[in-house]
């Protein structure tokens, strides 16, 4: 759910998207498919709903988080 990178402060949005970008610059097929989907999906703004239904960009942000985690671990007091 893109939820993950919706909520988490600005640096850590910017971290996932900064290595989303790179990860599709190794992949053009990938970039050409994310691409399309953004170009062929109705509305310019989507709400939140809306943008459950693009499942390429979502696959892309879930597979962005997996390889690089925005915090790879915490520690607590």
């Known amino acids: 759910d ?3 990178i919706l909520f988490a402060g600005h640096e850590t949005t910017a ?4 290595f989303a970008c790179h990860a ?5 097929e990938w970039q050409e ?11 310019p703004n989507p ?3 809306e943008s459950q239904k ?16 925005i915090a790879t671990g915490t520690a607590r007091k």
């Open 54 to 69: 693009m499942k390429i960009l979502l696959a892309v942000i879930k597979e962005t988080l997996r390889l690089f985690p």
């Open 2 to 4: 893109i939820s993950d």
């Open 15 to 18: 971290y996932t998207l900064n």
């Open 47 to 49: 709400t939140y709903e």
């Open 24 to 28: 599709l610059s190794w992949y053009p």
């Open 33 to 43: 498919k994310v691409q399309k989907e953004c170009d062929e999906f109705p509305s």
